[in-house]
């Protein structure tokens, strides 16, 4: 195929889907001023209703000015063979195909990540703080960006280098490699994610004696689920919107209260929640979507293998030598619409788990304070009580809250 026609097959790709998401996003938006439910209209009072509509709007008008932003700069830099410029820059201090892969990548998103570090600031100092939801502090923000830096670096860094040096020696046979190390990585993260990634970010102390924790323990041992770890974040470092999630397997389980959390609800409640998070352990959801996971990435690790190596995906990029980094980014274009689709449907499954994850609760433990966690939760992020049908279809992990609650009161 001609290289002219592969380029504006990329271009194409990449505005459909801006395109595609803001119909989403306007869609979505069209809703916000519908009336509230009938199950959910004791979550906000006239007074609260009004800000969290408010809230919502401010992030679309956000959302659409961010995206618009980014569309236009991205296909600025195809039009003007951007990628060319930046690989002759990387083929300057080096022939070595990891270096300049490393030089290129490294290049490109330093580049993409400060463009965007006023959008990043103004998200979280202006619209977050005007909310009352942010906590983080200027020295947090600049360090959490440090931080995500140097491990992008060394985990992220590492990772390319691998994948490219694979590529070197194996040409096409490159995938198999990268799939076997990939999936070691990805199990090997699932199980220590919380041990070696979150203490670079924040504190954990183990749950202390009390209350919530022998409530916990009672539940655990009633239902015959053995756990030792139950620790504490300190999330409200950055925002008061509370959350809790079930990490590992095996020994390594481990469940984890963000500090707003246990300041937001009641005990009972934390339960309720907890009961949901043991739900998706005990209907195995977490191996589920790891064993899902690296199928997928093994799917298109293979397609990637037929397309890297294509001549043709480069010079649409306008470098006339056939380079891996290269192919990578075309190959990343070319593949969004499946990775659209793939995603559409691990989207519903993980909306049936969820449904699942909440039946476990409701039969072991107690609807009615699941369903008082959810809407105090609901609350105090300032939530969307009526998303678009077609949005949540396409975007949310998660059933809406309306269509949890009905669930919970079969």
């Not at 470092?237 to 959390?261: E, H, M, P, V």
């Not at 006339?320 to 793939?342: D, R």
Request: aromatic share 16%.
């Amino acid at each position: 195929m001609n290289p002219t026609i592969i380029f504006y097959i990329l271009i194409a790709i990449i505005v459909a889907k801006y395109l595609f998401d803001t119909f989403l996003d306007t869609k979505n938006a069209a809703h916000f001023n519908d009336a509230i439910p009938a199950d959910l209209n004791d979550i906000y009072s006239e007074k609260e209703y009004v800000k969290s509509q408010n809230y919502k709007k401010t992030n679309h008008n956000f959302s659409i000015i961010t995206s618009t932003f980014s569309i236009i700069i991205t296909v600025l830099f195809f039009m003007f063979d951007g990628f060319a410029l930046v690989d002759a820059i990387a083929r300057y201090f080096s022939q070595n195909e990891i270096i300049i892969a490393l030089i290129f990548f490294g290049i490109i998103f330093f580049a993409s990540d400060i463009i965007n570090l006023p959008f990043s600031y103004y998200k979280i100092f202006v619209i977050e703080e005007k909310f009352d939801f942010n906590k983080t502090t200027l020295k947090t923000f600049i360090l959490d960006k440090i931080k995500s830096w140097l491990m992008l670096i060394i985990i992220g860094g590492g990772i390319l280098a691998l994948i490219t040096w694979f590529y070197t020696i194996t040409t096409n046979n490159f995938w198999w490699y990268t799939w076997i190390f990939i999936s070691v990585f990805t199990i090997f993260l699932n199980l220590f994610y919380s041990k070696l990634i979150v203490p670079i970010f924040n504190k954990q102390i183990p749950l202390e004696e009390g209350e919530l924790k022998t409530a916990i323990e009672q539940f655990a041992n009633k239902i015959g689920f053995k756990i030792q770890n139950i620790y504490v974040i300190d999330g409200s470092k950055r925002s008061l919107k509370a959350n809790a999630y079930f990490s590992g397997f095996g020994s390594q389980k481990r469940i984890t209260l963000y500090d707003t959390l246990i300041k937001d609800l009641t005990t009972e409640e934390i339960v309720a929640v907890l009961a949901h998070e043991i739900g998706h352990y005990k209907n195995k959801h977490i191996i589920y979507n790891m064993f899902l996971s690296v199928l997928l990435m093994g799917f298109t690790l293979y397609i990637l293998s037929l397309l890297v190596g294509n001549l043709y995906l480069s010079q649409a990029l306008g470098v006339s030598t056939n380079s891996f980094h290269i192919g990578l980014i075309a190959f990343a274009v070319l593949y969004s619409p499946i990775s659209e689709i793939t995603s559409y449907f691990m989207n519903i499954l993980s909306r049936k788990f969820e449904y699942q994850a909440d039946n476990f609760a409701k039969n072991n433990y107690n609807a009615t304070d699941l369903i008082s966690a959810l809407k105090k939760l609901s609350k105090n992020s300032l939530s969307n009580l009526t998303p678009d049908n077609l949005y949540v279809k396409i975007h949310y992990s998660h059933p809406t809250l309306l269509q949890r609650i009905q669930n919970l009161k079969k």
